[in-house]
């Protein structure tokens, strides 16, 4: 049982609720109620948020790629680093980073994770014994940390768009449409080892890594999944597609596919009216990650429009330069801000633009991972975070300001307990497992960079 002195519902706040959970999900919930003995307590409880884009293996390279050379730097300039990076991972080096990136999101206040995965391959782009070789090693880390896990296969065939050969650097991405299939069953064995609330979705990784004919064969294979695509993060990636299949990519998704609610677009940075409208009223999600694309420089997306056509969202980590869940919100909202000159935008109509953004992306990302959360209610999955709102940060602040609060006043710091489907992974602010798991972090780093 967990007590708290109030508790986000999706009713609204109520005070003094006791939550009752039983395989993972919230089966009653009492308000008006005194803590017992056995409970934990906790003073504020809100539905947790899934992180519905991570590349877990890019955390590792984090402060390595701000150094000006020469030129112009921009997300493709840092691609070729990356590339670079990954030719040194190994496998057991892939699962220490994976269980790390996990624990910092939990301790973020994220009960789940979207791992968008494409290394696969030996460095020199042979498979491993095991195909799925890799992906057992993310599933390992969702093992060890507790966080809800939707696994996310990526299928990259082609280095860019009109069906490019793949670089050097891409040789550990690449998979046919018919040796991808085969990974995803062995990912999906992967994950028979882990609690019933963890899944497995596809990735088409994007437009240009991929070709009509491949995305048309992939979907009808691994129908009934969630579907993950990276979609118009940059103009250069506009200006290719454009320019190959006649349309710009989202209007492409739009008059190709069943774009639905089993879908998830991240980025969708670069779009029209008629694609961000046509997009929000398709049911799919935009998985929005501000701190990256601000890092790369990729652009604000168009949150105003996608809100009033009735679009929903989600935030994710991405490259996880910085883990921070009340970053992504809040970088969110200031980049709408900065580019219209204005304040409070990211709300329809009147109302408390953090409970928008919050409320918002724990819905969606919840949708997006293909799990039965984002609110506090019976039947639902125990996703579930505390925050402490006596600390400063918080503790001048109206119920209906908590939120507002926690966006845009607080740090990841006033997190003390995250649940994901009952598993209580973080307790007092610390992951039960932080000393174990940071140890074998940097030991792997250790090697790591004593290798590149």
Not at 199 to 226: C, W, Y
């Amino acid at each position: 049982m967990i007590f708290a002195k109030q508790a986000k519902l999706s009713t609204g706040w109520a005070m003094n609720v006791r939550l009752e959970i039983s395989q993972g999900r919230i089966i009653a919930i009492e308000t008006d109620q005194r803590a017992q003995n056995e409970d934990v307590t906790v003073d504020t409880l809100l539905p947790a948020l899934g992180n519905l884009h991570s590349h877990s293996f890019q955390r590792a390279m984090a402060g390595m790629t701000e150094f000006r050379k020469a030129g112009k730097d921009s997300f493709w300039t840092w691609r070729e680093l990356m590339y670079r990076f990954t030719a040194s991972l190994r496998p057991e080096q892939i699962e220490a980073i994976a269980a790390f990136v996990f624990l910092e999101m939990q301790e973020a206040g994220y009960a789940s994770v979207g791992e968008f995965h494409y290394l696969h391959h030996q460095p020199n782009g042979m498979p491993y014994d095991d195909l799925g070789e890799l992906s057992s090693r993310i599933a390992a880390a969702a093992d060890l940390t507790g966080i809800g896990l939707t696994h996310l296969p990526v299928l990259y065939t082609y280095g860019g768009a009109g069906k490019v050969p793949l670089e050097a650097g891409q040789a550990r991405f690449g998979n046919s449409v018919d040796r991808f299939n085969k990974l995803v069953m062995g990912a999906q064995n992967a994950l028979t080892k882990l609690p019933n609330d963890c899944n497995i979705g596809i990735a088409p990784h994007s437009l240009r890594a991929t070709s009509p004919e491949d995305l048309k064969e992939v979907l009808a294979a691994q129908s009934s999944r969630p579907v993950h695509i990276h979609i118009a993060e940059q103009p250069k990636e506009v200006q290719d597609i454009e320019a190959w299949l006649g349309v710009r990519p989202v209007e492409w998704l739009l008059e190709n596919t069943s774009l639905n609610s089993d879908w998830c677009l991240i980025h969708a940075t670069h779009m029209t009216e008629y694609e961000t409208y046509n997009m929000a009223r398709s049911g799919a999600i935009a998985g929005l990650c501000p701190v990256t694309e601000a890092n790369l420089g990729d652009g604000p997306f168009n949150g105003v429009a996608y809100l009033n056509a009735g679009g929903a969202f989600g935030v994710g980590s991405d490259s996880n330069v910085l883990i921070s869940l009340t970053e992504e919100l809040r970088i969110l909202e200031y980049s709408q801000r900065l580019r219209d000159i204005a304040r409070n935008v990211m709300v329809v109509g009147e109302g408390s633009v953090g409970d928008t953004l919050y409320s918002g992306a724990a819905r969606g990302g919840a949708q997006a991972l293909g799990r039965n959360g984002g609110e506090i209610s019976v039947g639902k999955l125990a996703d579930l975070v505390a925050i402490d709102t006596t600390s400063p940060a918080l503790c001048a602040l109206r119920q209906n300001q908590i939120l507002d609060g926690l966006v845009f006043a607080a740090k990841d710091e006033v997190v003390t307990d995250v649940w994901s489907a009952g598993r209580h992974a973080v307790q007092s602010g610390v992951h039960i497992k932080r000393e174990a798991i940071t140890a074998a972090y940097r030991s792997a780093m250790q090697t790591l960079m004593s290798e590149l």
